[in-house]
Nanobody
């Protein structure tokens, strides 16, 4: 599975930004996809997750009510709509996929990562 992020950039506090992640390869085996972020000097943290099958979502407390993760199974993409951005949202955002393994895809899981896209929020 290959993951390519797009949509990062420089915005001002209070602005909105949308990120997209396109998956290719063995996309039929993807169980869930997530957005992580890593700010300078901080560990990588989970921002939002979505299960490909039923679309269930999960968010970090710091982004609840501001960020929305969505999926387009036909296009093998996920998106992250980020509203009311603040300086603390500045980070490199990474797309991650959790891929089932085995001939019947019953073994969890291999991890795949994109290269990341920079989001900078000026205060």
């Amino acid at each position: 599975v290959q993951l390519v992020e797009s949509g990062g950039g420089l915005v001002q506090a209070g602005d909105s930004l949308s990120l997209s992640c396109a998956a290719s390869g063995s996309t039929f085996a993807i169980n869930a996809m997530d957005w992580y972020r890593q700010a300078p000097g901080k560990p990588r943290e989970l921002v939002a997750a979505i299960t490909i099958g039923d679309g269930s979502t999960n968010y970090a407390d710091s982004v609840k009510g501001r960020f929305t993760i969505s999926r387009d199974n036909a296009k093998n993409t996920i998106a992250l709509q980020m509203n009311s951005l603040n300086h603390e949202d500045t980070a490199v955002y990474y797309c991650h996929a959790e891929v089932l393994m085995g001939p019947e895809r019953r073994i969890c899981c291999s991890d795949y990562w994109g290269k990341g896209t920079q989001v900078t929020v000026s205060s």
